[in-house]
C-alpha cells in the first residue's frame, strides 16, 4: 500500500464534515471520489495535504506514518513533497509567467539550481502541451490552458500522488476535454491520482475505482466498473441515478 | 497688480520654495517612509492574523481615525512634554504625520494583501514554498501594485498635511509664508502664491504616479 489514511475526522464550528474516512491507495490507483456537495470530499483532499487541520486521523505513506492532526512542520514538509494538489481554480500565481509559475518551488521550495529547474519545467509544460507559452502571464491564458500549467506545476517536483479538487468544475464546457485529456494522459502513464470529480465518463472509464461519500462519511468504494454497473449501496445507486438523470436534462436542453 | 505687491511676491518666491525643498520635501519624505513601515507591518499582522499584536492594531487604527490630526500634533507638541516626554518640533511632526498616514494606509495595503487570492498561498504551500517566500515572490508584489495608487494618493495628501506643523513651531513653506505676510499684509497675494507651489508639488507627485503606475509590471494586462 502506497497510501493510507485512517479515522479522517473534521468539524467546522462543532458540525462534523468529516466522520472518520478510511482510504487506501495503491501504486498507480486512479480513485475518483464521488458525492453529492457537501459531502466533505473537497475537505478530505485538503485534510490529506494539510491545507486544513484534520481533528483525528492518520496517515501512513510509505510506509511512514504521519499524525495528521499533530504533524509538525517537518512532517507537513515531507508529506508536501511527495505530493501535488491542483485546485478547482487553477490558482496559478499572478504575477508569474507560465515558466515561472512552474519553476518558483524548484527553486525555492526544492532549492534546485535556475538552470535544472528551467530544464524540468520545459519538461513538465510539455507534458500537458503548455511548452509553447512559456512568457505568457496566467491572464492571457484560457481557463483550460491555466489548469493545465497547474499540472505542469504539480508535475515538476516528480510526486508520488496527485490530488485534484474538481480541475475542471470551473471551466467552460468547451474546455474541459483538453484539461481531461491531460489526466487521462497521466493515468495511463500510471500516475496516481486522487480525483474529486462531478466528470462521470472520467469517473467511469479512466478511474480504476471509486470512492463514494455522503454526510462525510464513505458509503461505498470499490472498483469503477463494479461500483456504475452493479452498486451496492441504495444510495450509490440513486446518485448514479440523479448524475444520469441531470446529464440527460442538459442533452435534451441543448 | 501694483509694482509693490510683485516685488514682495517676487521676493518671496526664492524663500518659500527654499523652505518648500529643504523643509517640506523632507518632512514629507520621512513622514511617508515612517507611514509606510508602519502601514506594511500593521498590515502584515492583520493578513497573518498574529493574535494579540492584532488587537494592538485594530486599536491604533481606531484611535489615529478617530481623532482630529491637528488635535494629534498639539497633544504629542505640546501635551506630552506635562508627561515628560519632549520632542522637537520637526521630530514630533514626523512621529505624528508618519502614525497617522500610517493607519490610513494599513488600511490599503491591508486591502491589497486580501485582494490576492488566499489560493494562491496555499498553492505555494503545495510546492514547498514557506510562507515567507510566498509572501515575498508571490503576494506582495501583487498587493504592492493594487495599493499603490491609494499610496500616491495618501503621499499627496501628507504632503499637503505638512502646512500643518506650522502649527507646532515647524518653519516649513506655510509658516514661511505666515512670517512674510506678518511684515508686509499681502495675505491673498502671498498665499496664493504658496498654493500655487503646492500645486506645482502635487502636480509633479501625480505626474511620478501616473508613470510608476504605467511602469508597474502589468502582468499580462490583468488589473488586479
Ligand atoms: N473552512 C470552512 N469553514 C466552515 N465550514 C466549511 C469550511 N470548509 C468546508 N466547510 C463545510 O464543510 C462541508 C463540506 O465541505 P466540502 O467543501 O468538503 O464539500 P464537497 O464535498 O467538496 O462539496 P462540493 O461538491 O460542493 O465541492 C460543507 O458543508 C461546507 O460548508
Ligand atoms: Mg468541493
Redesign the interface.
Same mark, same amino acid.
Given at each position: 500500500m502506497m497510501l493510507e489514511a485512517r479515522g479522517v475526522r473534521k468539524s467546522f464550528d462543532g458540525r462534523e464534515v468529516l466522520g472518520g474516512i478510511d482510504l487506501q491507495v495503491e501504486k498507480g490507483d486512479v480513485i475518483a471520489i464521488l458525492g453529492p456537495s457537501g459531502s466533505g470530499k473537497t475537505t478530505l483532499l485538503r485534510c490529506l495535504n494539510f491545507l486544513e487541520r484534520a481533528d483525528a486521523g492518520e496517515l501512513v505513506f510509505d510506509g511512514e506514518r504521519f499524525d495528521l492532526h499533530a504533524a509538525t512542520r517537518r512532517d507537513i514538509a515531507r508529506v508536501r513533497k511527495k505530493t501535488a494538489f491542483v485546485f478547482q481554480n487553477y490558482n496559478l500565481f499572478l504575477n508569474k509567467t507560465v515558466l515561472q509559475n512552474v519553476t518558483l518551488g524548484l527553486t525555492l521550495g526544492a532549492k534546485m539550481k535556475k538552470d535544472a529547474a528551467r530544464e524540468i519545467a520545459v519538461r513538465s509544460l510539455e507534458r500537458v502541451g503548455m511548452a509553447g507559452r512559456l512568457d505568457s502571464y496566467p491572464s492571457q491564458l484560457s481557463g483550460g490552458q491555466q489548469q493545465r500549467v497547474a499540472i505542469a506545476r504539480g508535475l515538476a517536483s516528480n510526486p508520488e500522488i496527485i490530488y485534484f479538487d474538481e480541475p475542471t468544475s470551473a471551466l467552460d464546457p468547451e474546455l474541459i476535454g483538453e484539461v481531461l485529456a491531460v489526466m487521462r494522459q497521466l493515468a495511463d502513464e500510471g500516475m496516481t491520482m486522487l480525483v474529486v470529480t462531478h466528470e462521470m465518463e472520467f469517473a467511469r472509464n479512466v478511474s480504476s475505482k471509486v470512492l463514494f461519500m455522503e454526510g462525510g462519511a464513505v458509503v461505498e468504494s470499490g472498483p469503477s466498473r463494479a461500483f456504475f454497473e452493479n452498486p451496492q449501496e441504495e444510495r450509490s445507486h440513486a446518485f448514479i441515478r440523479s448524475i444520469l438523470e441531470a446529464r440527460g436534462g442538459e442533452r435534451s436542453q441543448e | 497688480m501694483n509694482e509693490r505687491l510683485w516685488g514682495i511676491l517676487v521676493d518671496a518666491f526664492p524663500k518659500l520654495l527654499g523652505y518648500g525643498v529643504r523643509v517640506t520635501v523632507p518632512l514629507t519624505i520621512l513622514s511617508f517612509a515612517l507611514a509606510l513601515l508602519i502601514a506594511v507591518a500593521v498590515a502584515l499582522i492583520q493578513y497573518a492574523n498574529v493574535k494579540v499584536l492584532r488587537q494592538v492594531c485594530r486599536f491604533y487604527i481606531w484611535i489615529i481615525r478617530g481623532t482630529p490630526l491637528l488635535v494629534q500634533l498639539w497633544l504629542v507638541f505640546y501635551g506630552l512634554p506635562s508627561a515628560g516626554i519632549l520632542l522637537d518640533a520637526f521630530p514630533a511632526a514626523v512621529v505624528v504625520f508618519g502614525f497617522n498616514e500610517g493607519a490610513y494606509m494599513a488600511e490599503s495595503v491591508r486591502g491589497a494583501l486580501e485582494s %490576492?487570492?488566499r #489560493?494562491?498561498l496555499?498553492? #505555494? !504551500?503545495? +510546492?514547498?514554498?514557506?510562507y515567507m517566500?510566498i509572501m515575498v515572490? %508571490?503576494v506582495l508584489?501583487?498587493a504592492f501594485?493594487t495599493a499603490f495608487p491609494a499610496l500616491s494618493n495618501s503621499l499627496i495628501s501628507m504632503l499637503k498635511g505638512t502646512s500643518l506643523a506650522s502649527t507646532i513651531t515647524v518653519m516649513e513653506m506655510f509658516r514661511q509664508a505666515t512670517v512674510i505676510n506678518g511684515r508686509v499684509y499681502e495675505s491673498l497675494g502671498l498665499y496664493t502664491e504658496v498654493a500655487l507651489i503646492y500645486l506645482a508639488f502635487c502636480t509633479i507627485l501625480t505626474w511620478l504616479q501616473r508613470l510608476g503606475e504605467k511602469k508597474l =509590471?502589468s !502582468? #499580462? #494586462? +490583468?488589473r =488586479?
Open positions: - | %490576492v487570492s #489560493g494562491q496555499e498553492a #505555494g !504551500y503545495c +510546492v514547498g514554498m514557506s517566500q515572490h %508571490v508584489p501583487q501594485r =509590471a !502582468y #499580462g #494586462g +490583468v =488586479a
